[in-house]
């Protein structure tokens, strides 16, 4: 079995080496934005070729979309990360957006906005964010999580995915948000539709409808909030505008939108790789469950070898350079955290799971004035998961092909099935 789940191989031979083509030897024909050659090519040999043979890549234009650049290196991707003066968001910070236009949202949503405007709306966002805050949601995440794992552990088996990872950060982002539970469910799945990532039936034009649905629901949701003022993060946005920050309609529901879409799917991703990771690495799952390696340092070594968001993307405001290549006011720069966090010169044997490693300065939640919001809510939700495993499960199985996400945005897996041996 391969080693790398990164790559969603060796969780069954047949799933891996009979679909996966030889990466071309001349890799100026690879493309970064096209979803298929991330199921295509073993992603850990795609991104040590990268880093090795070309690691400021200028992706070709195709199809009538622009060219852009894609970085691989850890050093090069910091240059980028802390240099945001050069470097913006605020005409998108992914390709889906970068190549198509722009994002509607610039200015508004917190992720896509620069400078001082950013500050300002990130104070909101810290505030809404407050310790206090987190520690009820991640009582609620623990209690939440252990049941789930328990249950499936008592039945035996389950699809990892649907039954428990997806039960537990739409929640979470729920109840911070204040959305009431009955709406939970609906909102989950217009969430998926809206990134299409994880099924082959969903049109772009389902994807668009999805994302307006998900708009006018925090919409009304918000006018219900302003008639009743409650708790949550909508309430503390609503209340902004009393503490010096006006957010007006259109920003608030513009992040919570961001807060769902963001919450969601990267924090579900990770728990779901992180199965395949414990189950193909025995000795790995022995020293966790047995207490020797504590849920802390292998929860960060668990979000450095899944890093479920691939990418970000900056826009370049004036010419510059990166490593000596040249590039150009308005060439898009794209960040590869999942190529960063495989790095042979920033991690020692980066091809390995080692639920021990201290110091692990992996970038799965980026760096700098954008460093995600969400980071301590994440940890949570993945410690609370491997703490549950730890106590109830005292084996877990692999029984079906996992099924990968479809993306150039997200790595991971959406259907999972697997048998668990309970601890006795
Ligand atoms: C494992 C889970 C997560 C991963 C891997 C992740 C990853 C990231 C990354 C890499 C960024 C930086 C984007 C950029 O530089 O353009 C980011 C930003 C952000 N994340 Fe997360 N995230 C996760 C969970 C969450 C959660 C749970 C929330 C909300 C509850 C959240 C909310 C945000 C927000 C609001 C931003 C924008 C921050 C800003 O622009 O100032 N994230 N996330």
Not at 70 to 86: E, G, K, N
Request: charged fraction near 25%.
């Amino acid at each position: 079995m391969s080693r790398d789940t990164q790559t969603g191989r060796g969780v069954s031979a047949s799933a891996s080496s009979d679909t996966l083509e030889e990466l071309p030897a001349d890799l100026s024909s690879l493309d970064l934005a096209d979803p298929q050659t991330f199921l295509r090519y073993d992603q850990g040999e795609l991104w040590r070729r990268l880093r090795a043979e070309n690691p400021v890549f200028w992706n070709a234009p195709r199809d009538g979309r622009p060219g852009f650049w894609a970085l691989t290196r850890y050093d090069d991707i910091m240059h980028v990360y802390r240099d945001s003066s050069t470097f913006i968001s605020a005409r998108g910070n992914v390709l889906a957006a970068l190549l198509h236009g722009g994002d509607s949202a610039e200015g508004k949503m917190l992720a896509v906005t620069d400078g001082s405007r950013h500050r300002e709306l990130r104070k909101v966002f810290v505030k809404a964010f407050s310790p206090r805050t987190i520690s009820t949601v991640a009582e609620k995440v623990q209690e939440n999580t252990e049941s789930l794992v328990r249950s499936a552990v008592e039945v035996g088996s389950c699809d990892f995915a649907q039954d428990i990872a997806e039960k537990i950060p739409m929640r979470t982002i729920c109840d911070l948000l204040g959305v009431p539970e009955p709406d939970q469910g609906e909102l989950l799945i217009l969430t998926k539709k809206a990134l299409s990532a994880e099924d082959d039936q969903i049109t772009e034009f389902d994807s668009i409808l999805a994302r307006n649905e998900i708009l006018v629901y925090f919409s009304s949701l918000l006018e219900e909030f302003r008639k009743n003022p409650r708790g949550g993060v909508i309430g503390t946005f609503a209340d902004a505008q009393a503490s010096g920050t006006a957010l007006s309609n259109e920003e608030i529901v513009l992040n919570c939108y961001s807060l769902i879409i963001g919450g969601d799917e990267t924090s579900r991703l990770s728990m779901i790789s992180s199965i395949p990771a414990l189950v193909e690495h025995p000795a790995q799952w022995a020293a966790l469950s047995s207490g020797s390696i504590g849920s802390q340092t292998a929860t960060e070594e668990i979000l450095r070898w899944t890093t479920p968001a691939m990418h970000f993307g900056r826009t370049t405001l004036k010419d510059t350079n990166v490593s000596g290549h040249a590039i150009n006011q308005g060439d898009v720069v794209t960040l590869w955290n999942i190529s960063a966090n495989r790095d042979e010169a920033v991690f020692a044997s980066p091809d390995v799971l080692n639920l021990s490693r201290s110091p692990n300065r992996h970038l799965t939640f980026g760096y700098g004035p954008h460093f995600c919001l969400g980071a301590e809510l994440g940890r949570i939700e993945i410690r609370a998961m491997l703490d549950a495993l730890c106590r109830f499960a005292a084996d877990i199985t692999l029984t079906d092909t996992p099924k990968r996400v479809r993306s150039n945005f997200l790595s991971g897996i959406s259907s999972l099935p697997v048998k668990f041996t309970p601890r006795r």
